[in-house]
């Protein structure tokens, strides 16, 4: 559960900013990069940091929703250590995606009363199993996807603004731009199938994989075909949410009657 931090977030505007973002029908994959990449600098997408700030820019909250909301995967029991009751969840898949967030942190313009998101530009990422002792490194890295090599450091150019006091700094390299620019997309292992499943969920009440956040080999689809060919669909129409919305609106499955037939 997401904690609430104590500075403000002018939740209308993100509202505004959600309902506006629908209305003009912007496609999933560019709305989750708007989510992934907002620092809260540009006006035309500040209220799009609400997904970090909400969070308190917290790097643990922030994998773990990460991982629920945009890949249907909850990591949560693999920070500590490989999840003892789904094989397919493992400590570095975690940490994978703690990596692209670990270096984000609040950062707040007292003197515009305003929040921000910033990053710092280096910080490694190492981890330990609660269970075996064993260790590990890692550098971001999506789940099933290669490892994302950070460029050479220059010393002197981390930043390409400098952190300074009431100044937030601006990494010459960001983490979390990668995020955003690797995550939206079909390559991801669970991005369209999470998504399909959830809108699904939506029209019908239950996902075809439940719980929507549990996707792995020991809980399939309920209709593996049907996923399946709504994840492609997605896809093929270009992450268009209001046009699969339609599809599934159209289906004999969904105007079936909720009445059970007499006797």
């Known amino acids: 559960v997401a904690t609430i931090p104590s500075y403000d977030f002018k939740p209308a505007e993100w509202q505004d ?51 629920r909301l945009f890949l249907g995967r909850d990591l949560q029991c693999a920070q500590c250590h490989d999840d003892p009751r789904i094989k397919a969840f493992r400590q570095s898949d975690y940490y994978g995606l703690y990596a692209f967030v670990s270096r984000l942190k609040h950062f707040r313009d007292d003197d515009k009363k305003l929040n921000f998101v910033t990053e710092k530009s280096e910080g490694d990422v190492s981890f330990t199993s609660a269970f075996s002792g064993e260790t590990g490194e890692t550098n971001p890295q999506l ?24 100044r937030m700094g601006i990494p010459a390299y960001s983490r979390r731009q ?12 669970g991005f369209s199938r999470n998504i399909a499943n959830r809108l699904w969920a939506l029209m019908l009440g239950r996902g075809l994989v439940h719980p929507l956040d549990m996707h792995h080999p020991e809980n399939p689809p309920s209709h593996p075909e049907l996923l399946e060919r709504l994840s492609q669909r997605f896809e093929q129409s270009g992450y268009d949410i209001r046009g699969l919305l339609r599809e599934i609106a159209l289906t004999r ?9 007499a006797g």
């Open 253 to 261: 499955t969904y105007q079936r009657s909720s009445q059970l037939p």
């Open 143 to 166: 789940p099933g996807g290669a490892m994302i090599a950070d460029p050479p450091l220059v010393k002197g150019k981390e930043y390409s603004v400098k952190p300074e006091k009431g």
């Open 17 to 67: 900013w959600l309902a506006t973002a629908f209305r003009r029908n912007l496609s999933w994959d560019r709305l989750s990069a708007d989510l992934l990449k907002s620092d809260g600098a540009d006006p035309a997408a500040a209220a799009a940091a609400r997904f970090y700030l909400v969070r308190d820019v917290e790097p643990h909250l922030l994998t773990r929703d990460i991982g």
């Open 178 to 189: 990668q995020l955003a620019q690797r995550l939206p997309r079909k390559q991801t292992s």
